[in-house]
């Protein structure tokens, strides 16, 4: 694929729902990051709390955001399927718990997921490229991508080369997206950076940027496989690349902390971070997502805990 797709303009400059794609443009806003900066502000959010209906407001907004996942060799076909189950009714005992955004596999348990989900309004998500090392050839992440799709995933997670990226072949990432989000077709494509592998927040926002621009609709910060994965503020510098990536196209990019995120209290801090960044347009899990396996049964216990006031133990909820 072309490096660079250059749509026309108007006389003022700007086409709304176009933008000019090209890597140069992604390294043009990739400037540095002040380091302390983000984390203080990003430790200063994090002290913010929800009271009462606002929390439990924020507990569900969380559960309808969450990636439901399973990515393990020894994943079966039954253990998905309890998996799609609980994200239908993650609460069968109360009605108001919403379900989850998406249930996350192996491409081979997409067929098994789809049927599962259908008329849920869950959506089926798939890892693919070479998930998670990405270390393969890109013929085999776009035709891997194309059959994953075909099986019926709705969603894509796809891992960038970070050998290349840190090797500074910038060009080879951005094809690779790009060549990757054409195989998508109507499939969303979510671009895990691994930032726990990426050394420093400046490339962080250099990578958001180059996936943005190479056409992808979430970014997303990890794998889960390595020893680092999301912290609060590796998001907020993602999420500032998202805020400056709108401002200069128009478009909306998605964002998916992943791994890691594994109680309620967290998940609160993590959209008290994506709001005071971006606004209320993002707080909806066709913007934001959080890639959990073990966040959703804390919830569950702290919304218990809301509406009877009294703390239920995890026994008293389905393994996810």
């Known amino acids: 694929m072309a490096s660079e797709l ?6 003022s400059g700007f086409v709304p729902g176009a933008f000019r794609r090209s890597l140069g443009d992604a390294l043009e806003l990739a400037h540095g990051v002040d380091a302390v900066a983000a984390e203080e502000r990003a430790a200063s959010l994090a002290k913010r709390s929800l009271k009462k209906d606002a929390k439990v407001w924020g507990l569900n907004l969380a559960i309808s955001m969450i990636d ?7 994943d079966t076909r039954g253990k998905v399927l309890a998996l799609c189950q609980k994200a239908r009714r993650p609460d069968p005992s109360d009605p108001e718990v919403p379900h989850v955004g998406a249930v996350c596999v192996y491409p081979t348990m997409v067929p098994f997921v789809k049927e599962a989900l259908r008329g849920s309004g869950v959506k ?4 693919a490229t070479g998930f998670p090392s990405g270390q393969t050839f890109t013929s085999i992440k776009v035709q891997e991508t194309r059959e994953t799709v075909a099986a019926g995933a709705d969603e894509i997670d796809m891992v960038i080369d970070r050998g290349a990226f840190l090797s500074g072949n910038h060009q080879k990432v951005f094809d690779e997206v790009a060549e990757v989000k054409e195989a998508c077709g109507p499939a969303h494509l979510k671009v895990i ?10 490339q962080v926002r250099r ?18 496989k390595v020893g680092t994965n999301a912290t609060l503020p590796v998001t907020l510098v993602m999420l500032e690349a998202i805020r400056d990536f709108h401002h200069a196209t128009g478009k909306k ?11 309620a209290k967290l998940a609160l801090s993590y959209l008290v971070v994506l709001y005071e960044t971006l606004g209320r347009d993002w707080m909806t899990p ?6 959990a396996s073990s966040l959703l049964n804390d919830i569950l216990m702290q919304l218990r805990k809301e509406r009877t006031g009294a703390y239920q133990g995890p026994d008293y909820f389905t393994i996810d």
Do not use: C, H, W
Request: glycine residues 12%; without cysteine.
């Open 6 to 11: 250059l749509i026309p303009q108007s006389a």
């Open 193 to 202: 950076l691994e930032t726990g592998e990426l050394a420093n927040y400046d």
């Open 253 to 263: 990019i998605g964002m998916k902390p992943a791994g890691g995120i594994s109680n």
């Open 207 to 224: 990578a958001s940027l180059i996936a943005m621009y190479a056409g992808a609709d979430f970014i997303k910060t990890s794998t889960g």
């Open 286 to 291: 066709d913007l934001f997502r959080l890639g």
């Open 124 to 127: 089926t998500a798939a890892v």
């Open 68 to 74: 439901l996942t399973t990515l393990e060799g020894k």
